[in-house]
């Protein structure tokens, strides 16, 4: 076992693996504070290859934030190259961020008058259609597939555990609730 004040002195790379992961796995303050001290770099590298600006400055708080606070995070880490974990790490959290910040729709900053009117129009027409497709179409058993994919945006994996289904069930209903969708959709443009 390495004495705590020995940990700040040595670059992480320096320390016995074993003993180092163990203090990374704990959390221990010096084992944290030297992550941080010699991979806030590597972890600005993977954030800014994704985001920029106070986006990116977020995410760097929040992988550390995670770091410190998520002992099941840390002990992710098994062995090998911790600034490649570490990245990896870093890079996910920010993909992840970019897209919950894409979904995200800001709202009054949309320009006022007639534009406004038509959009807000044709989401009315699109919703009436969505629950005519629902109601009249789509067999009472696809539904939730329908709802978790189409109406709450769920990627595939969580869809499946959402709805108590194999993920192959749901890819399959899925397909098939495209096809019908979209033949639904053809013949209410030609009708």
């Known amino acids: 076992m390495i004495p705590a004040g020995e940990l700040v002195q040595m670059p ?23 992550v ?12 800014f290859g994704v985001l920029q600006g106070a986006d990116g400055e977020t995410v760097i708080h929040e992988v550390f934030f995670r770091i410190l606070s998520n002992e099941d995070l840390r002990r992710a880490y098994r062995a090998g190259s911790f600034a490649s974990w570490l990245f990896a790490v870093s890079r996910h959290h920010a993909i992840d961020y970019a897209r919950r910040r894409a979904r995200e729709a800001p709202f009054g900053l949309e320009p006022a008058g007639e534009v406004q009117s038509c959009r807000l129009h044709e989401q009315i027409e699109a919703r009436l259609l969505m629950r ?28 499946a555990r959402a709805i ?12 098939r609730i495209r096809r019908l ?11």
């Open 12 to 34: 992480v790379e320096e320390l016995p693996a074993q003993g180092w992961t163990e203090a990374f796995h704990r959390g221990t303050t010096a084992t944290m504070a030297a």
């Open 36 to 47: 941080y001290q010699e991979h806030f770099v590597t972890v600005r590298a993977a954030v």
């Open 132 to 159: 005519r497709f629902r109601e009249q179409v789509l067999p009472p058993e696809w539904i939730p597939v329908f709802d978790a994919r189409f109406v709450r945006q769920l990627d595939q994996r969580q869809a």
């Open 164 to 175: 108590g289904v194999p993920r192959t069930t749901l890819v399959y209903r899925e397909h």
């Open 181 to 191: 969708l979209r033949a639904f959709l053809l013949s209410t443009e030609g009708g």
